[in-house]
């Protein structure tokens, strides 16, 4: 039995992991955004810059869309620990009032 409650254990911790990581890259992508806008936000910036803009606010977008994923994936662990931890405590009281 502590097998199955360390493995459930272990997916709760790779849950909060996985919304650490999307908490992260999100966070990143804001940043590396906004020091591209602060960058190229002057008066003699010409296309270049603009299209760096875009460039990264196209990235930003695409990163912003797999740290949701990532973050659906940590609810996803969470949630499958969460059950198989509550089907086992049920189990383990059957079995003891059997």
């Not at 493995?7 to 992260?24: E, I, L, P, T, V």
């Amino acid at each position: 039995m502590p097998e199955l409650f360390q493995r459930f254990s272990g997916m709760a911790d790779a849950g909060q992991m996985q919304n650490n990581n999307s908490n992260d890259r999100r966070m990143f992508a804001e940043d590396e955004l906004r020091a591209t806008q602060a960058l190229t936000d002057v008066d003699w910036t010409d296309q270049a810059g603009a299209d760096l803009v875009a460039a990264t606010h196209q990235e930003f977008v695409q990163t912003s869309a797999a740290a949701d994923h990532q973050s659906a994936q940590g609810r996803a662990y969470n949630q499958c620990a969460a059950d198989g931890a509550g089907t086992l405590s049920k189990c383990v009281g059957i079995a003891a009032s059997l």
